[in-house]
Antibody
């Protein structure tokens, strides 16, 4: 069973860059899945940040696209998130998640089926 | 972006009661709808995908239905471990979006 584990600083200064890494174990990052980041501000709901395929193809939430970069390191079986110019509004628990594709005839259904435990990040001086 | 609206925002029920959460999409999403359960301090867990398919290992008291714009998650007999928050999520098109969540609390 695939497991995901986030790591990175828990405190980032305003206007700085948030950098997180997700280590994937129990499965290969080169499998036919997308690898995503989702965040959850304190006491609030879930927001999809973006995703990457092992080929390096990426998709980002338009609301964050100008500040987000997701990259993959196949040799280490991990992927990473960088979010620039952070403000207090970026304070959240950040989850790395596998976006699994299920195929039903001509239809492809995606779901977030495996989640890391989440890592809290606070933006504060 | 497709907006997902859940109701109610909170639900108070007793053990053994049934509970129903609805999710409405801002446009037709077919059956591209997933449901997640999240307990405090934990990551969300996938319960149902493609509107009505139960993920392996999820108790059969959970069921999902709906298509188009209106969807329902039903818990047939609430157990103590079911008191949590629940989120719907559309998988029709990127950006993937979630409902605001429904908190199921013990009455």
């Amino acid at each position: 069973q695939v497991q995901l584990q986030e790591s990175g600083p828990g405190l980032v200064k305003p206007s700085g860059t948030l950098s997180l890494t997700c280590a994937v174990s129990g499965g290969s990052i080169t499998s036919s899945n997308w690898w995503s980041w989702v965040r959850q501000p304190p006491g609030k709901g879930l927001e999809w940040i973006g995703e990457i395929y092992h080929s390096g193809s990426t998709n980002y939430n338009p609301s964050l696209k100008s500040r987000v970069t997701i990259s993959v390191d196949k040799s280490k079986n991990q992927f990473s998130l960088k979010l620039t110019s952070v403000t207090a509004a970026d304070t959240a628990v950040y989850f790395c998640v596998r976006l699994k594709a299920d195929y039903y005839g001509s239809e492809t259904h995606f779901n977030f089926d495996s989640w890391g435990q989440g890592t809290p990040v606070t933006v504060s001086s | 972006d497709i907006q997902m609206t859940q109701s109610p925002s909170s639900l108070s029920a007793s053990v053994g009661d049934s509970g129903t959460i609805t999710c409405r999409a801002s446009q037709n999403i077919g059956n591209y709808l997933n449901w997640y359960q999240q307990k405090p301090g934990q990551a969300p867990k996938l319960l149902i995908y493609a509107s009505s398919s139960l993920k392996s290992g999820v108790p059969s008291r959970f069921s999902g239905s709906g298509s188009g714009t209106d969807f329902t998650l039903t818990i047939s007999s609430l157990q103590p471990e079911d008191f949590a928050s629940y989120y719907c999520q559309q998988s029709y098109t990127s950006p993937w979006t979630f409902g605001q969540g429904t908190k199921v609390e013990i009455k």
